[in-house]
């Protein structure tokens, strides 16, 4: 992979932050946008400017046929089976909030329980918590590492579990979730699979048939799509029969004053009123990208971005590492000053002088500091466009992070 080249294709990777060259490492968060999807989004409002689905001349039918090519983009992408099966919405949050109340007033009955686990985003966890009925929510036990582990789900499962909605990457650790075989575990009992793939689409090929998933969502924005925009997938069978959460235009073939409403079929039952038309277009183009990259080269390359972090400070102690062995572009972390622990804020604050973006906090995961048993973190996430040299730049930095250091940060 000419990653030199691929950093041609970031415009923003040009500017400095703190008067130093910038350094991305908050991939997992937001990823940086490619020159093809800011011209792609550009593009439409230059030249295309019209409604999706609405208009009866050739500008509006030019839009038309981008935003359903984006669909067939997205179907691909992610090998769902039929094109009706991917519904455009703002993100993952949007997704797992439409899926959690369709299924908990269409479905779920008061009592019954979703199965989840404690290292969970927050719009996974929340919207079952705040649902309409009363919905148990039952935790697999992680492993000591903060990992889900097969063994673990087969004994979580039990009569009352009708759901189970889990990320297929953690957004902290890294850890993969065993999609797959959990997915053939839930199907022998009858129990829906919601997968949240905000964290995997952007690295790994995602493939949902092979994982026989019921329920999927991604964001665009975590792999140099526009912000705003992500896909609900849902399998037909599903699909063709819920009810949607948002009703308004677009969604309904016709409608009387006496209440008698009928809506169109999946996917435009679920996508009352004007879509993000750029955003769409955008996320066509970062998926085409992406593709063209290759998952597999990302992936690995991510992962040895890693491993030249992890041989590099191998010898420095006061590096807390809590994901070493996650496959993946993630480091979580904390520094220590003569067994002092240094607020994770400050370690974040100290690296933005040096140009450097990490995250810091629990990262939208409220539940996975009992299980690690430290309050919060540091995280630096790796994306294909950073380079050994910048995680040289890190790794002196960090030598450089002590308590005295980090209260005498003037910006
Ligand atoms: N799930 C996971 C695992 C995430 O990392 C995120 C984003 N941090 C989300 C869901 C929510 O994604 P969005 O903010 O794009 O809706």
């Known amino acids: 992979m000419d990653v030199n080249k691929i950093r041609e294709d970031f415009p923003i990777l040009n500017r400095t932050m703190c008067q130093k060259p910038l350094i991305y490492f908050d991939n997992s968060a937001t990823t940086l946008k490619p020159d093809c999807v800011i ?14 689905h609405r208009g009866d001349y050739e500008m509006s039918g030019q839009v038309d046929a981008q935003f359903e090519g984006a669909r067939k983009i997205a179907q691909k992408f992610i090998n769902a089976r039929y094109p009706e099966e ?28 979703v199965l989840t686990c404690q290292s969970e985003h927050a719009s996974s966890i929340l919207p079952w918590m705040k649902a309409s009925k009363k919905i148990e929510l039952q935790y697999i036990p992680l492993d000591s590492h903060g990992k889900i582990t097969l063994e673990n789900v087969k004994k979580a499962l039990n009569d009352k579990v009708k759901v189970v909605c889990l990320a297929q990457v953690s957004n902290v650790l890294g850890y993969q979730t065993p999609i797959k075989e959990i997915s053939e575990l839930c199907h022998a009992r009858n129990i829906i699979l919601i997968v949240d793939g905000a964290q995997s689409t952007p690295h790994i090929k995602i493939d949902v048939q092979d994982l026989d998933v019921d329920f999927f969502v991604m964001s665009a924005h975590k792999m140099c799509g526009p912000t705003g925009v992500g896909i609900l997938y849902g399998k037909k069978k599903y699909l063709d029969v819920l009810e949607p959460v948002f009703y308004g235009g677009e969604s309904n073939a016709r409608f009387d004053q006496c209440g008698h409403v009928l809506l169109k079929e999946s996917p435009l039952k679920f996508e009352s009123g004007t879509q993000p038309i750029e955003a769409v277009l955008g996320m066509g183009q970062a998926m085409k990208y992406i593709e063209e990259i290759g998952q597999d080269r990302i992936h690995a390359y991510e992962v040895e971005l890693k491993r030249y972090f992890l041989d590099k400070i191998k010898d420095m102690n006061h590096i807390v590492v809590y994901n070493k062995d996650s496959e993946c572009g993630i480091v979580t972390f904390n520094v220590m000053d003569h067994g002092k622990m240094i607020f994770a804020q400050d370690v974040a604050s100290f690296l933005n002088t040096k140009g450097i973006a990490v995250r810091s906090g629990q990262h939208c995961a409220k539940l996975l500091p009992e299980v690690l048993n430290v ?4 995280r630096a996430s790796f994306y294909f466009y950073n380079t050994k040299e910048e995680i040289d730049t890190f790794v002196e930095a960090l030598k450089e992070v002590t308590l005295e250091n980090c209260v005498n940060i003037f910006f």
Request: hydrophobic share 35%; with cysteine; charged share 10%.
């Open 375 to 378: 309050n919060s973190t540091v």
């Open 86 to 113: 991917i519904v455009f919405t703002s993100g993952s949050t949007m997704g797992l909030n439409e899926i959690c109340i369709m299924l908990t007033s269409q479905y779920l009955k008061d009592g019954d329980a």
């Open 39 to 52: 011209q792609t989004i550009t593009n439409y409002y230059t030249y295309l400017g019209a409604n999706a």
